[in-house]
Structures are given as structure tokens and as C-alpha cells.
């Protein structure tokens, strides 16, 4: 699902209460039978390491820490232990398609690389709701396509739900079901502006 608006219409405060970082000062949201709303702190601390999975504009990657060292980090919480961390980030890394560089710092990686880098770390999890704010904001547009083709194979793979909040019109396109947000007013568009591309298998739900 895409979320699109003006600057300013509560994009992102929309994904944060979401991803379980923010109150709404009314109603509920819900992730299956959990009130995401009404849970205590470290519930949400809880659901946040396990369930949901986060990816920015700025990638947010630890400068002093390789690419394999970045993605063991979403593992932490988790209480893996150093070798499992180490095996399931390097799984990550290969299925974004960086099995090579797992050694290299942020600084000599390109900007579409630590993209990817900052996607396996919200995967390495397996969350069932991955959340990404701008995720092709800094990229070039050869770089955007590759970043939303992966994207889009991870989501068909793994059945997880993709919301993605962008400014971008080519990648909104892109989407199966479409959000408008302004003035903090949700309106949803009807209809799919294009159908999702190598459908190989049954889409799963949307969010």
C-alpha cells in the first residue's frame, strides 16, 4: 500500500502510530488481535523487535559498523546469540543480493547498496509488517526501480505487508491499493493504478 499527501498532512505520524511509535489521541489501531493502542510499553517495545519491520529515507546506518554488523543489530533485542546473529545476517545480506559486501562499511557502500543494507536489517526478523518512510528519496531513478523491484520480490516471497509513504508518483504506481493523506484526513483511491508487475503467485492481503 502507498501512502501519499503534502508536506506536512501526517504521513508520517500515520506511520509511526503504525509501527507502534506513536499514541493516537483516539481510536485504535490494531496489528491481528493486538490493540496497539492500548498495550503497555514493553509490549510495544516487544511487537516493534519481533513483528514489524522499519525502512527511512537516510538509511540510518551505524557509519562504524559493516554492513553484516548493521544488519545483526535488529537482531539484538531478540536475544540471538553471536553465531546466530552473524548466520542470519549474512542470509540477509544475500538476499538482497550483497552476499559480497558484508565486510564493508557504510562509506564504501553506494547509496542504492546501503539501501539495501538497511532493508535486510528490517528483514532479518521476519517481520509481518514492513514500513518504509521515503525508501527511494535519496536515490537516483535507475537505483528507486531496483530498490522497489526488490521490494516488491521480498513482499511476494515473504507475504508480509508493505506500506510505503513516498512522494514519488512512479513508485506509488506501483502499489495495489493507494492512501491519500491531508490535513490528517485518510482517503483511500479506488483501484489499482497499475497492476503489480511479475505476479507470479497470489498477492497476499493488503494492510
Do not use: Y
Not at 27 to 49: H, V
Not at 190 to 203: E, K, V, W
Amino acid at each position: 500500500m502507498a501512502v501519499q499527501g503534502p508536506t506536512g498532512g501526517g504521513k508520517s505520524t500515520f506511520l509511526q502510530m503504525l509501527g507502534a511509535l506513536d499514541r493516537p489521541t483516539s481510536g485504535e489501531i490494531r496489528l491481528d488481535d493486538t490493540a496497539l493502542s492500548a498495550a503497555g510499553g514493553r509490549s510495544l517495545a516487544r511487537i516493534r523487535a519481533e513483528r514489524l519491520g522499519f525502512v527511512f529515507q537516510n538509511f540510518n546506518l551505524i557509519p562504524t559498523l559493516s554492513a553484516v554488523e548493521n544488519v545483526e543489530t535488529a537482531l539484538a533485542p531478540l536475544g540471538a546469540d553471536g553465531a546466530e546473529r552473524r548466520r542470519r545476517a549474512e542470509g540477509a545480506l544475500a538476499d538482497v543480493g550483497l552476499a559480497e559486501r558484508v565486510a564493508h562499511l557504510p562509506s564504501e557502500l553506494s547509496g542504492g547498496q546501503q539501501q539495501r543494507v538497511a532493508i535486510a536489517r528490517a528483514l532479518v526478523k521476519d517481520p509481518e509488517v514492513l514500513l518504509a518512510d521515503e525508501p527511494t528519496g535519496n536515490l537516483d531513478e535507475a537505483t528507486r526501480d531496483e530498490v522497489m523491484d526488490l521490494l516488491e520480490d521480498l513482499w511476494r516471497e515473504r507475504g508480509l505487508t508493505l506500506v510505503l509513504v513516498t512522494h514519488d508518483s512512479a513508485v506509488a504506481d506501483r502499489a495495489e491499493r493507494h492512501l491519500h493523506i491531508q490535513r490528517g484526513q485518510v482517503s483511500e483511491q479506488s483501484g489499482s493504478r497499475r497492476a503489480a508487475p511479475r505476479a507470479a503467485s497470489p498477492a497476499p492481503p493488503g494492510a
